[in-house]
Structures are given as C-alpha cells and as structure tokens.
C-alpha cells in the first residue's frame, strides 16, 4: 500500500489524485475508474509508478504531481510543456526517471537534492537558464545526464563522480 497524507492509499485513491493532475494540466479526458487500464500509465498492485505522454498538448506539469508519491518514471515530451517546474517534483522520493525532452520549459534547473533515487535526468531541447546546481553533483545514483539543447544555459559544468555514465551539454552555453 501506498503512504498518502498520513493514511494508506489505494490505487482507487492514486487513480483520483492522477485525474486531478490531467485536469490540472488542461486535459478534459475522464479517466476510467482504473487508470491503470491506459496504456500510458502503469501501476504496481496499489499506486501509478508511470506516467508516459508524447507528443501531448500538456501545457504545465501542475503541483498536484506531488500526490502522486509512489511515481518512480515521468516522461512527457515532444509537448508543448511551458513555464518553471513545480517545487513538488521534489516531494517525490521514488522518481527514478524524469524525461522532459523538446518542449518549452523556461527557468532554472531545480535543485533535485530530496531525489535520492534519481538514475537518469533528461531535460534537453528546453529553454532552461542559469547554470547546473552544484548539487546535482551529490546524485550518487544518477547515471544520465541529458541537458543538450537549453541555449540559456550557461557555466561551467560541475566535475560529476564517475558513476554518472552519460552527460551530454551540446547547444549550450556550458562549458
């Protein structure tokens, strides 16, 4: 069972808080009582741990992402995702894949410190700006790096431990 505000949730109640953040993101589509019946969300036997939308017209990633606390992958990408990300992404503690690629997200990288189980971080072909976090080098999980393609971003890169496998910086201003 999954840990929700204090209580046990079910995937009844996960199900829920996931029709929350597609209406949140501007989506009208109902879900179906079991969400996990759509092909781009998977779940465990109690909680939504996928969430996978390409090529969406997804504007934002709202802050009710955060009650989804048993979601381990994310991928939205080829969207038209705009604006910062939420703070709540940071509440997530089971995130282990976060694959925002070719959209329009604007604002500086966030600090992914509370994201102990992070493995692979892709966030090119955006409008990101300022520099990498001195912090994402404490990731000692993280394996893949993706930032190419953030024209704004500017820097120098931070020396990453050698179980980062892949980092990859082209189109930037990173050096």
């Known amino acids: 069972m999954l840990l929700f505000l204090g209580v046990l949730a079910t995937i009844e109640q996960d199900c829920q808080a996931l029709q929350q953040v597609f209406f949140d993101m501007g989506s009208t589509k109902v879900l179906k009582p079991n969400c996990c019946e759509r092909f781009v969300i998977e779940c465990s036997a109690d909680a939504v741990t996928s969430i996978v939308l390409y090529d969406s017209t997804v504007q934002r990633i709202p802050e009710s992402i955060g009650r989804l606390q048993s979601l381990q992958n994310l991928f939205v990408s080829s969207s038209a995702l705009v604006g910062p990300l939420p703070e709540q992404l940071n509440t997530m503690t089971h995130l282990t894949y976060l694959y925002l690629s070719n959209n329009k997200i604007q604002g500086v990288l966030p600090d992914l410190t509370p994201l102990p189980n992070l493995l692979r971080l892709e966030v090119g072909k955006n409008l990101f700006s300022g520099s990498v976090p001195p912090s994402y080098t404490n990731h000692t999980n993280l394996e893949l790096l993706e930032l190419s393609g953030n024209p ?15 980092c990859e910086a082209f189109n930037t201003k990173l050096c």
């Open 152 to 166: 704004n971003l500017a820097g120098t890169l931070p020396v990453f431990p050698k179980q980062l496998l892949q």
